[in-house]
């Protein structure tokens, strides 16, 4: 079951610019959601998350905003930066503590 | 701190033998999840323990199953192998009880079936 889903398997920034990844999920009793991050060869790397209290997170270069009518969340990366250059999942959890994970994003940032 | 660590590396089998996966989880954490990452695909969520109790499990058939020892560490274990367990195993640990906290992962088990 496609419960969470990131629509673009890829997605390509200048070096400097911002890099947009979104996520959409379908579960309404999803109320903390994540973005891992993942280089090859290493497990998932915990980024940023934001509780459905909220509708932004900010750290650092990384905000996340959540739309909680659109069920729709994303990621914004500011300044882009070629170290940012991996897999982005996107991740929801609900009270049951069961997360349920996006297909990923695959960013390049180019110098 | 130490993080996630799991065991081995890699693994190769042949169809029909059995395989155990182990993860012993960040210090302090008590809940263990298990997921399996397919070529190309995103994380499927397996099992998860917390306490030494199976919480929950995802929609896989009875021949995966696992274990959370009395120190929290976990063996997953997959019977019967078929080509299509070949994938990435990834263990992920965080603290119990209840509120929302990160999970975090190890760096996996890479199963292969011949």
């Known amino acids: 079951d496609q419960q969470v889903k990131q629509n673009s398997p890829s997605l390509s920034v200048q070096e400097g610019r911002i890099s947009i990844l979104n996520c959409d999920y379908t579960?309404?009793?999803?109320?903390?959601f994540l973005w891992y991050k993942k280089y090859p060869a290493e497990g998932p790397t915990f980024l940023i998350s934001?509780?459905?209290?909220?509708d932004k997170n900010e750290d650092g270069r990384f905000t996340v905003f959540l739309n909680k009518s659109a069920k729709h969340l994303s990621l914004h990366i500011v300044p882009s930066q070629p170290g940012d250059s991996a897999v982005y999942f996107c991740?929801?959890?609900?009270?049951?503590?069961?997360?349920?994970f996006g297909a990923g994003t695959r960013l390049t940032v180019k110098p | 701190e130490a993080g996630v660590t799991q065991s081995p590396t890699h693994l190769i089998k042949t169809r029909g033998q059995q395989a155990t996966l182990r993860c012993s989880p960040i210090?302090?954490?008590?809940?263990v999840y298990w997921y399996q990452q397919a070529l190309g695909l995103g994380l499927q969520f397996l099992l998860w323990?917390?306490?030494?109790?199976?919480?929950n499990r995802g929609n896989f058939p009875p021949r995966f199953s696992g274990r959370q020892f009395p120190n929290y560490s976990s063996e997953l274990n997959v019977n019967a192998l078929e080509l299509e367990d070949s994938a990435l195993y990834l263990c992920?640990?965080?603290?119990?009880?209840?509120?929302?906290?990160?999970?975090?992962f190890g760096d996996g088990t890479r199963l292969s079936i011949l």
């Open positions: 992920a640990s965080k603290t119990g009880g209840e509120g929302n906290q990160p999970q975090h």
């Open positions: 579960n309404s009793m999803f109320d903390y």
């Open positions: 934001i509780s459905s209290i909220k």
């Open positions: 991740a929801a959890s609900d009270y049951n503590n069961d997360m349920r």
């Open positions: 210090s302090g954490h008590t809940s």
């Open positions: 323990y917390d306490e030494g109790e199976e919480r």
